[in-house]
């Protein structure tokens, strides 16, 4: 017998898999998630999802559940991961989730600003319950009671944590600027004529650069601190970029730069830009990562 409900289920799997990516930075994770979420669903009986009014609520309480739980479990996958760690890039939103736009605005949320790199980063700081709670409320726009019965405290105690992780938010929020895209293609130019000058005068005299290899490629293993110095380990990459494309891409919803050898990309960076200079640079070197991006 058909089920009534597939229609109804099926169109969830864009917002489960909006949520589930900002909930836990990785598109992988987020994809087994999803998987997991339909495959709880199908295991109740037709009675069972029957008896459930509200399918998208149903499916969203069980994919923030599932990753509560392995936001909680993190920290020690983390411990044993080598070198630093930086959520999984995507491209733009129609090369990693196919189908149409969706009509519900609730759907549409994926390139904003809850999606960049920096934002990511953000929420990755905050406590498994912080980072739930905000983004359920503030992103998904879910009421404190709905947030209260998914993560199993009180709207009280929730309204307070999406508050905390509300101002974490603004304290590493950067002021905006109109020209990243500018800023992103200088930064290419420059480091494509290997101009140093340039470099620096494009970066915040303290900028950091983060890497992120998990230990399987080479790259630098510590944070680089300030505009000479990132611009001197920039030059070194020049000199070893034999054969290496480097192509302006939308990584997070943000101007980016992409970096393909033999028509395979080896790298992503993604940039946090503050009055007109750029302020944070985070290079995905792990392969595991650049997963969407290689299918692409």
Not at 71 to 86: D, F, H, N, T
Not at 200 to 215: F, H, N, Q, R, T
Not at 275 to 290: A, G, M, Q, S
Request: aromatic share 8%; net charge negative; glycine share 4%.
């Amino acid at each position: 017998m058909t089920d009534p409900q597939l229609s109804a289920v099926i169109s969830e799997r864009r917002q489960l898999l909006n949520l589930a990516y900002r909930l836990l930075g990785s598109l992988a994770e987020a994809e087994d998630v999803v998987q997991e979420t339909y495959t709880r669903w199908y295991a109740l009986s037709d009675r069972q999802r029957q008896d459930v009014t509200a399918p998208g609520a149903w499916l969203t309480t069980v994919a923030s559940r599932i990753c509560l739980d392995l936001l909680g479990s993190a920290r020690a996958r983390r411990e044993r991961y080598v070198g630093e760690w930086i959520p999984e890039p995507v491209p733009d939103r129609s090369e990693w989730l196919s189908g149409p736009a969706p009509a519900d605005p609730a759907d549409r949320v994926t390139l904003d600003e809850s999606i960049s790199m920096a934002f990511l980063v953000v929420l990755d700081s905050m406590t498994p319950a912080e980072r739930v709670a905000f983004v359920l409320h503030d992103v998904f726009r879910y009421s404190f009671a709905e947030v209260a019965e998914i993560v199993g405290r009180t709207p009280a105690a929730c309204r307070q944590l999406a508050s905390s992780a509300r101002r974490r938010i603004r304290t590493a929020e950067a002021p905006s600027t109109t020209h990243r895209a500018d800023i992103v293609r200088g930064f290419k130019e420059a480091w494509d004529t290997r101009d140093i000058a340039a470099l620096v005068s494009l970066l915040d005299p303290e900028a950091i650069a983060i890497a992120d290899s998990g230990g399987l490629v080479p790259a630098f293993r510590d944070p680089i601190t300030g505009a000479e110095n990132i611009a001197s380990a920039w030059m070194e990459i020049a000199a070893q970029r034999s054969g290496v494309a480097l192509l302006e891409r939308t990584v997070n919803g943000q101007p980016g730069l992409v970096a393909e050898l033999a028509g395979e990309v080896v790298a992503v960076y993604a940039f946090d830009i503050a009055d007109d200079h750029i302020t944070r640079i985070w290079v995905i070197r792990n392969p595991e990562k650049l997963r969407p991006w290689t299918a692409n």
